[in-house]
């Protein structure tokens, strides 16, 4: 057996690898990937994250006089974000995007503050129990926004009881309708995101451990307290997922808002959905897309940040929910 | 600790009802003998019979159904080889970063950025090949578009919990590349292509943005007639189809339920 | 130089290197046809390493690997007539019993009625009949095992490889196990290459025996060399020998701890260790005073272990002595008690130096 000048392995190139059992190359083995994953990659690429890249160019172009795209590159739509029109300064489209914030804002803590509730509740029932509350809960989930967003008009119109209710008190005017307006979108806005919210956190709750929950009654005995120390760290996963796919999606809601609200309570998506339709202003269009891209980014950025002293970050928004 | 707490009750059963008020609302209205106006009138069926006549309302939901179901095919053939040609191959950790930015970005971009990128690129391909005028083409193409990455994500997260061992096993026993993946990888992964189409179908029934802004007069689907119809003046055929739709949403998943509760 | 025609697998100066990490350091391995070999070691030996290269599952970076005379070192695992029996087992969980033992054969593609017939002569052998249409999950540890085992051997490999075969067994199971597995071997014949980390397993199976550690072989040769000879202290204490001690030659003696000792398989060297096992040596009730290989000692504990007596035994009675006690095993039925003073013998023919090879 000898073993001075073993040879190395003959006939093969330096390259040949062991992958999963398989005798091969790398290339090769790249080679199989690209075939099978090149379409989808390049389709993906083309249709999604090249026009991404071009929306943000189109950003700095203008809109010529019949509503066609001038591409010379110009800051005038980075002008108007700000607040720059032909008119002199205006903050209107800054409270358009102030107000997306706060609308979202609002909508995730209303949602928050209603999804703790029924999802404890829900934890609370019998198992068997527990089954049909979770159908119920799931069912909403996947009812077509626009049809909850126009319902609201049925139950806010003026003949109805809310509406009824709000003319006596005298909060609006006789034979009005409580639509469009704050309201109406507030409403619209958490029964469409409830699910969103409480279905993660649900996930979360699910697995709490009560003992501690009642070592902290013991403890400290006021409810805040408790929810503080016991209830909070312990649904902190679920709590961000739902705040992330709560609080995104409403930044840059469009029909809600449509259906429901009206100029008072224009957002991004909806100001967007004008540029592409009736005032044919595709840059500034791009413009606000950016925009609105931006806000998403540091949303998450922010929740990314907040959530690494809890667990390492997925990637995944869907982390552990499908 | 199962204390009966009546607030926290109350406040779970208000948020349900806050988030089945419009569904009952509608299918209350739904059966009212009422054309305009929300007084109540007597029950009637009459707008179902309507909404089953209404030419219309009918293309919409065969428009929908096609749209649903070609894309969901073509998607969950891409996306489950996207997902098996990228995770199972020696690409290095920052080009697998670069995939998964590309793979994750409909699940990070809010949908109407989506759609005014789709109607872009579709722009601008038309100048190249008259296939992507508005239509129920760029109506297919722009759903695979977001379709592809959820089904990608369903089917990687599918793969990564199957361990090395059984492909190991699999060669030693034998087996060449194409008896393994046809024997081996291809069942075990089979659970998450078929939860992965039942996702991509879902969203494509329920999407509107993506479909409001690429479809063109002769591609109308549902969501998109339901929301014209609000713009243009509601009538209780509307009412019809909307529950009609609530309904056939909730069954998959109490039939999905049952099914699950079995094992 | 080994019988040749004989050899079943030949390695040859196998290196392997992960990063910075050299699993493997130009190792030599030979197995003759019909024997079972066991590579003993620690986690992290490269033992494992070692296995896979030859079942084709790693690519060495230097060295060959020859069955039966043939060089499969390119040779993809699909392509070599070696089947393995995996740690975790690696069942195919979606197909039943049968289909998991016939799936070799399969991609082979032997014709239906042979494999039909193979699987239920297979299954018969491992008592596994009956059991046809049950999945992995409804199985339990041992009839996975089975089962992994008769997906190997229903192919007729040339050489079976098991790592860590008893490793995920109950401990109370694993002996039966081990008596089942040899005598499946000697009605097979087929040629057995194990690894283990456990020595008893070694003893129990098989008749070659291989020590590894930090990537190299320290001793080769059969079992029952290598445990009554271990080279070298790793081995030694890695097969469980504790009662090593130091000795230094006087004259046609050694000086040692307990006293003057006469050992018959005389070191080569003049200072080093010896051994010897538990089992061999002999308590009386007083030691022959002045007589080499003789002295007494205290029992500092007795510990029944099912088959008899496991004694501590320590020259200094003293409670705080760091002295590292002598472990005896005692087959008799001795009334010995602890903190009893008794007459120990170390036979010289069961005394073991350590290192007795002429440095080469």
């Not at chain 1, 902190?236 to 809600?256: C, H, N, R």
């Not at chain 2, 069926?45 to 909404?51: A, G, I, R, T, V």
């Not at chain 3, 051997?153 to 079976?160: I, T």
Request: with cysteine; hydrophobic share 50%; proline share 5%.
């Amino acid at each position: 057996m000898g073993h001075d000048g073993a040879p190395k392995i003959p006939g093969q190139g330096p390259r040949t690898v062991v992958w999963l059992g398989e005798l091969t190359t790398y290339w090769r083995l790249r080679l199989r990937s690209l075939a099978m994953a090149g379409p989808p990659l390049l389709w993906l690429t083309l249709l999604l994250a090249v026009p991404c890249l071009l929306l943000g160019c189109l950003a700095f172009a203008s809109r010529g006089q019949y509503g066609e795209i001038v591409f010379q590159a110009t800051a005038v739509n980075l002008k108007r974000l700000i607040g720059y029109t032909t008119f002199g300064w205006s903050p209107a489209f800054l409270y358009i995007m102030a107000r997306s914030l706060w609308v979202a804002l609002v909508t995730t803590v209303l949602c928050v503050a209603l999804a703790y509730p029924l999802t404890f509740h829900i934890a609370t029932r019998p198992p068997k129990k527990r089954v049909y509350w979770l159908i119920l809960l799931i069912i909403p989930f996947w009812t077509n926004v626009v049809i909850r967003a126009y319902a609201w008009l049925l139950i806010l119109g003026p003949q109805m009881p809310p509406a009824k209710i709000a003319a006596v008190l005298g909060l609006i005017g006789d034979g009005a309708s409580l639509y469009p307006g704050p309201l109406a979108v507030y409403l619209g806005m958490v029964s469409t995101f409830l699910p969103f919210m409480a279905l993660p956190l649900y996930a979360s709750v699910e697995r709490i451990n009560w003992e501690i929950l009642e070592a902290a009654k013991d403890l400290y005995g006021s409810r805040y307290m408790i929810f503080m120390q016991a209830v909070l760290p312990q649904t902190k996963p679920g709590l961000y997922v739902g705040i992330i796919v709560t609080f995104v999606p409403s930044m840059a809601m469009f029909v809600v808002t449509d259906i429901l609200g009206g100029a008072k309570t224009m957002l991004i998506g909806n100001l967007i959905q004008q540029q592409f339709a009736q005032a044919r202003d595709w840059p500034f269009g791009a413009a606000l897309s950016a925009a609105l891209m931006l806000l998403t980014l540091m949303s998450l950025a922010v929740f990314r940040w907040r959530r690494r002293d809890g667990n390492g970050g997925g990637s995944s928004i869907f982390g552990g929910f499908d | 600790m199962k204390q009966k707490r009546p607030l926290v009750a109350l406040i779970a059963v208000f948020g349900m009802v806050l988030m089945y008020a419009p569904s009952v609302a509608v299918a209350v209205f739904s059966v009212n003998d009422a054309i305009y106006g929300l007084a109540w009138r007597g029950f009637t069926l009459k707008w179902y019979k309507f909404l089953f006549q209404n030419e219309y309302i009918i293309n919409a939901a065969i428009n929908t159904l096609i749209l649903a179901t070609v894309s969901t095919i073509a998607s969950t053939i891409l996306g489950t080889a996207l997902a098996i040609g990228l995770y199972r191959a020696p690409w290095s950790p920052g080009l697998h970063r670069l995939f998964d930015l590309v793979i994750n970005l409909p699940v990070v971009v809010p949908d109407i950025i989506m759609a005014v990128a789709l109607a872009l690129a579709f722009n601008a391909l038309r100048m190249v090949c008259s296939i992507f005028d508005i239509g129920m083409v760029t109506l297919i193409v722009s759903h695979v578009t977001f379709q592809i990455s959820f089904v990608t994500l369903v089917v990687k997260s599918r793969l990564e919990s199957l361990g090395h061992d059984t492909d190991e096993a699999a060669r030693d026993l034998y087996a060449s590349t194409f008896f393994h993946f046809r024997r081996v990888t291809l069942p075990l992964i089979r659970p998450g292509i078929i939860a992965g189409g039942m996702l991509a179908f879902t969203l494509s029934l329920d999407d509107f943005i993506i479909s409001f802004f690429n479809h063109g007069p002769e591609s109308v689907t549902l969501p998109i007639y339901v929301y014209a119809a609000v713009k243009r003046g509601i009538t209780p055929e509307i009412h019809a189809l909307s529950t009609v739709m609530l309904v056939l949403t909730a069954i998959p998943i109490i039939i999905a339920e049952r099914l699950t509760r079995k094992f | 130089m080994t019988d040749q025609i004989n050899v079943a697998l030949l390695c040859s100066g196998i290196s392997k290197t992960f990063g910075n990490h050299r699993a493997l350091i130009d190792v030599d391995l030979s197995v003759r046809k019909g024997e079972v070999l066991t590579i003993l070691g620690p986690s992290g030996c490269g033992k494992t390493t070692l296995l896979r290269i030859i079942a084709g599952l790693e690519l060495a970076d230097a060295g060959q690997v020859f069955l039966n005379d043939e060089d499969i070192t390119r040779y993809p695992a699909s392509r070599r007539p070696i089947n393995t029996v995996f740690q975790s087992y690696a069942l195919f969980p979606h197909l039943d019993v049968f289909s998991n033992v016939a799936f070799g054969l399969q991609a082979k593609k032997t014709a239906k009625s042979k494999i039909t017939q193979k699987v239920g002569d297979i299954l018969s052998l491992v008592r596994m009949d009956g059991l046809e249409k049950r999945f992995p999950h409804q199985l339990s540890g041992g009839q996975k095992q089975r089962v992994a085992l008769a997906r190997a051997l229903v192919n007729e490999p040339k050489l079976l490889l098991l790592d860590e075969p008893m490793s995920a067994l109950d401990a109370h199971l694993r002996t039966k196990v081990q008596d089942e597995l040899r005598a499946l071997q000697k009605e097979l014949g087929t040629t057995f290459v194990l690894v283990t980390h456990d020595q008893n397993e070694a003893k129990r199976l098989s008749n070659h025996l291989a020590v590894m550690n930090e990537g190299q072989i320290i001793q080769f040769g059969t079992t029952e060399k290598v445990f009554t000879k271990p080279d070298n202290k790793f081995v030694a204490e890695f097969l469980g020998a504790t009662n090593l001690f130091e000795a230094s030659r006087d004259g046609a003696l050694y000086r040692t701890r307990y006293g003057p000792m006469d050992v018959t398989d005389k070191p080569v060297w003049d200072e080093g260790k010896i051994l010897i096992w538990p089992e061999r040596i002999e308590i009386h009730e007083k030691a022959k005073t002045g007589e080499p290989n003789w002295f007494s000692c205290y029992v500092r504990d007795r510990v029944f272990n099912g088959d008899g007596l496991d004694l501590l035994l320590v020259k200094d009675a003293g409670n705080d002595s760091l002295e590292k006690p002598i472990l005896v095993k005692a087959r008799n039925s001795f009334d010995i008690q602890s903190g009893q003073e008794v007459g120990v013998y170390f036979p010289p023919d069961y005394l073991v130096p350590l290192e007795n090879r002429a440095q080469n």
